[in-house]
């Protein structure tokens, strides 16, 4: 898998385009459809993803295969922490290890940003997430319910690997 930082609009667009994909398709299970609508657009639309990057510091790390954008992983800087934000893949690239490769970057990335940790959060119904997480050595430290509006919570484990 190649991996570029996402810095052109039109990547930004690849991103939102398959983060949309992927929401619809793989939280069907966990969220409702109305929930998983109003993230996507609150959170993984072209003008957040933007947003993200312009003014929240945001880093997007694209996996390419061949040419075509099939995972993201999105980081941002917290203190002497990064925050994994998010890390996805297509469902036809998922079980081949590429979401590893999309780990190793960020976790690159926070040693090259000197960084103690990196965390994450995690629904605590997407059992799948949490299990690979744990593989790979992130240990629940927390968790939380965050208020998204629009009479929505988040439901999650906090996760965090020390570096």
């Not at 949309?20 to 003008?47: A, G, L, R």
């Not at 312009?54 to 999105?74: A, M, P, R």
């Amino acid at each position: 898998m190649e991996i570029k930082v996402c810095e052109t609009k039109q990547q930004i667009q690849e991103l939102a385009g398959l983060a949309t994909e992927i929401w619809h398709e793989y939280f069907v299970e966990i969220i409702s459809k109305d929930q998983i609508d109003y993230m996507v657009e609150k959170f993984q639309s072209y003008e957040a993803l933007s947003k993200a990057i312009e003014e929240e510091h945001y880093t997007y790390f694209l996996g390419y295969e061949q040419g075509k954008l099939i995972g993201f992983c999105g980081v941002k800087p917290d203190g002497d922490r990064l925050f994994l934000s998010k890390l996805y893949l297509h469902k036809d690239q998922r079980g081949k290890g590429l979401s590893s490769t999309l780990l190793k970057r960020a976790l690159a990335f926070a040693e090259e940003q000197e960084k103690q940790a990196v965390y994450l959060t995690c629904n605590k119904y997407n059992q799948n997430s949490l299990d690979i997480y744990e593989a790979k050595g992130f240990k629940t430290i927390d968790s939380v319910k965050t208020d998204i509006g629009n009479g929505f919570i988040m439901d999650d484990y906090i996760m965090q690997l020390d570096l």
